[in-house]
């Protein structure tokens, strides 16, 4: 089974602060995820990546940066972070070489804007 | 988002008893359907997947079946355990870039003693 690790597990900043999200997966997936977990909304997809130094804007991008260093570690960069953006933020990985492919997901980081 | 839709936000059921748990779908490509199961502060996992029209796919007591006529893949389980509570979320992929998951709102169903 894939595994999706993310670091750090909980964050608080205050408004305008910078964060950095990190996640890592070690089964050579090429396709990597990063979403928002929010009640009501279920799971929206900010950014997402198929291979290392690609980048590919998902439904909820506003806000967010996102950067794929590796096959492995995949980034969620929030330059000035708003209390909108407090959230349960999930990453993701799947093997595209299997076509329609289960996606795996890491533990979760929650992170608060004050 | 508005790809997948999940009518029931909150389902609340005693133990032993059925359930079926709604999903609908838009789309203009042929699907592929998934459920996926999150346990209290636990991370979202595949439950069960289907991109055959009108054959029942089963997993751990689960089942759903695709119909594309109705546009539709409703969970059910036949009898419902505590260990069951969970939210549960419909998703969709459909082409061009089947690599991409649309999930809806989510249902959380709570089973009771």
């Known amino acids: 089974e894939a595994a999706v690790t993310q670091s750090p597990r909980n964050k608080v900043t205050v408004t305008g602060g910078n964060v950095t999200l990190s996640c890592r997966q070690t089964?050579?997936?090429?396709?990597m995820y990063w979403y928002r977990q929010d009640t009501g909304h279920g799971l929206r997809l900010i950014h997402y990546s198929y291979g290392a130094g690609n980048l590919q804007i998902g439904d909820v991008p506003d806000g967010y940066k996102a950067t794929r260093t590796t096959q492995e570690d995949f980034f969620l960069l929030l330059e000035l972070a708003s209390p909108s953006q407090t959230s349960l933020y999930f990453c993701a990985s799947s093997d595209a070489g299997l076509g329609v492919a289960e996606q795996f997901f890491g533990p979760g980081t929650r992170l608060t804007v004050l | 988002g508005d790809s997948v839709t999940q009518t029931e936000g909150l389902v609340t059921l005693t133990k032993g008893l059925p359930v079926m748990l709604n999903c609908t779908y838009q789309t203009t490509y042929s699907p592929f359907l998934f459920w996926y199961v999150q346990h209290l502060n636990e991370a979202p996992k595949l439950l069960l997947k289907?991109?055959?029209?009108?054959k029942r796919t089963e997993h751990q007591g689960f089942y759903a079946t695709l119909h594309k006529s109705s546009s539709s893949f409703h969970l059910q389980k036949s009898s419902v355990q505590l260990s069951d509570s969970a939210l549960y979320f419909c998703a969709l992929s459909e082409g061009p870039n089947y690599n991409v998951l649309y999930f809806g709102s989510g249902t959380k169903l709570t089973v009771e003693p």
């Open positions: 289907s991109s055959t029209d009108n």
């Open positions: 089964n050579s997936h090429n396709y």
